[in-house]
């Protein structure tokens, strides 16, 4: 998991803004929506605002959003980190999990959807992956999906990503399926998250960080 954010003040005080995926030593998979100046890369963090001592910070190189306006982008880091027990690369799907899949989701977002204060500890949350059909129906996002989106949560509401989490991953067993983008609301009945498909994009992806 990667904290994206800025470094402000004396440089000490780093402010959280979207999650993302560390791919190898690096490069960062995110949102394109997160896209924004001057941005930090934190990897090995687990709370926010405390010295840890396993924190990895990285200034972005370059930031490469997806040419057809997908919600999906590549940050390169200045430099490489280094793994160890809190720092370790997701591995890129190679095929879409089925519907109905329990998936893991993690980040700093909002813990409420009625809350403005986003979590200083790393949170997570297992989702299950909805069928596409249910999840665009008439009750729902209405065709608001498109192919290369998914939806995973609970079609009755209650568990879900939020504000905050943009950007972060969707996974199982260490693998990357989905890149949190959007949604109505959090946690909201017949309006689950809406995810990047990773599968969708890997050519694009192997082409810059191979």
């Known amino acids: 998991m990667v904290a994206l954010g800025l470094m402000r003040g004396d440089g000490d005080t780093f402010y959280y803004s979207c999650g993302g995926t560390l791919l190898n030593s690096q490069w960062v998979l995110t949102a394109a ?39 999906i982008m590549l940050v390169k880091l200045s430099s490489p980190v280094t793994f160890n027990s809190w720092v370790s690369p997701a591995s890129l799907s190679t095929s879409m999990v089925s519907a109905g899949t329990r998936v893991t989701v993690t980040g700093w977002g909002l813990t409420a959807s009625t809350g403005h204060t986003l979590s200083d500890r790393l949170q997570e949350v297992s989702v299950y992956t909805i069928y596409q059909s249910v999840c665009n129906g008439p009750d729902a996002y209405d065709g608001l999906v498109s192919p290369k989106e998914f939806c995973a949560g609970y079609m009755e509401g209650g568990r879900d990503a939020c504000q905050g989490d943009s950007g972060g991953p969707l996974v199982k067993s260490g693998v990357l399926y989905g890149v949190v983008s959007w949604g109505r609301g959090c946690a909201m009945p017949n309006y689950p998250g809406v995810y990047i498909k990773v599968t969708e994009y890997t050519d694009w992806i192997n082409s810059y960080i191979n």
Do not use: K, S
């Open 33 to 71: 929506h997160c896209e924004f100046n001057r941005m930090v890369a934190v990897v090995g963090d687990h709370v926010l605002g405390i010295d840890e001592g396993t924190e990895q910070y990285r200034e972005v190189q370059q930031l490469i959003p997806h040419p057809n306006q997908g919600d």
